[in-house]
């Protein structure tokens, strides 16, 4: 219980901080909710988000780290520990090609206060992880660590805000994630649609010349190695939805070019089905009678459809109790 308490703590704290002089709540929130579409336009330079990092300084530099990166910490510092401007110390570099901008990232993090030394939390590690984000110049994690490699592990120091105490970051960017499904590839499923796709990822779905089915169905076209979604969860997808009467795209994150991100209980009852027990890195292809579709929705255009989707699963946040 008192994990998942520290986890719920630090979830409200990290939508909470203030990030130099511009307010980051909706930033914040933004980052643990994943990729909307209300994120900003990432800045397109690379020398611009090499040059977002904060600089390293007295603060975070008298922050000693215990663990290995990529597995939770342990930070110590004498305190309190003064923090006049936001400071990002390098304490392990990671490898391969540095991160760009507009990429999706996994991360983790362990909090602690500046003015107690007490952990207030970590996010992001086995067992509780939180959805990839876009890295950008514009936002928090860019003007953590910039251009960074995966792998890399920072110390972040942040001053006091108006809600905030100073506190520490010990923060590992981990990977970056594909923004399309990676799983292993399955075996058509005989009698549901077929879908093939462009070197982007982004479906095509061709229904069969049939009946349409009146219970759901789901086949895993790609299975992945992450994590299971779970009843709850809150979900960064990219999707495309077609109607089984014509065949047409009625709604698509790929023809917006931005994942999606929703709750896995606040989708209809055949997206729901589609989703849960399934693993991060999967492509799904369910089939949604109207019963279990908007058909309850009077009024709606979807309401009598039948509909087809095909939804890449790209990361998931496992719901936690509230204090």
Wanted: charged residues 20%.
């Amino acid at each position: 219980m008192g994990a998942t308490v520290s986890v719920h703590r630090l979830e409200v704290f990290v939508r909470n901080r203030s990030l130099f002089a511009v307010s980051a709540v909706a930033a914040a929130a933004i980052l643990l909710a994943g990729c909307g579409t209300s994120d900003p336009e990432p800045d397109a330079s690379a020398d611009a988000l090499c040059a977002a990092a904060a600089p390293s300084g007295s603060a975070s530099e008298a922050v000693t780290v215990e663990g290995e990166t990529g597995e939770e910490s342990t930070a110590t510092f004498e305190f309190p520990l003064e923090v006049g401007e936001l400071q990002s110390s390098v304490v392990t570099e990671g490898e391969g090609d540095p991160v760009e901008s507009g990429d999706l990232v996994s991360y983790a993090l362990t909090a602690y206060s500046a003015e107690t030394g007490e952990e207030l939390g970590t996010l992001g590690y086995e067992g509780a992880e939180i959805l990839p984000a876009q890295i950008s110049a514009d936002n928090p994690i860019g003007q953590i660590v910039g251009c960074a490699t995966p792998g890399t592990r920072v110390v972040a120091a942040f001053p006091a805000s108006d809600t905030n105490g100073a506190e520490v970051y010990v923060f590992d960017l981990l990977s970056v994630v594909p923004d399309a499904a990676w799983g292993e590839e399955q075996e058509p499923v005989e009698g549901m649609p077929d879908v093939t796709l462009d070197d982007d990822g982004a479906p095509t779905v061709t229904i069969p010349d049939a009946e349409a089915p009146t219970e759901v169905e789901i086949a895993e076209l790609k299975v992945g190695d992450g994590a299971t979604v779970e009843s709850g969860d809150t979900v960064l997808v990219h999707y495309a939805g077609v109607k089984w009467s014509d065949g047409e795209v009625f709604d698509s994150s790929w023809d917006r070019d931005t994942p999606a991100t929703f709750t896995t209980t606040g989708v209809v009852a055949g997206f729901q089905q589609a989703l849960e027990g399934q693993t991060v890195g999967s492509q799904v292809l369910v089939v949604i009678p109207p019963e279990f579709g908007y058909g309850d929705s009077e009024g709606n255009e979807l309401q009598d459809e039948t509909l087809v989707f095909v939804v890449d699963i790209l990361g998931t946040q496992h719901a936690v109790a509230a204090e």
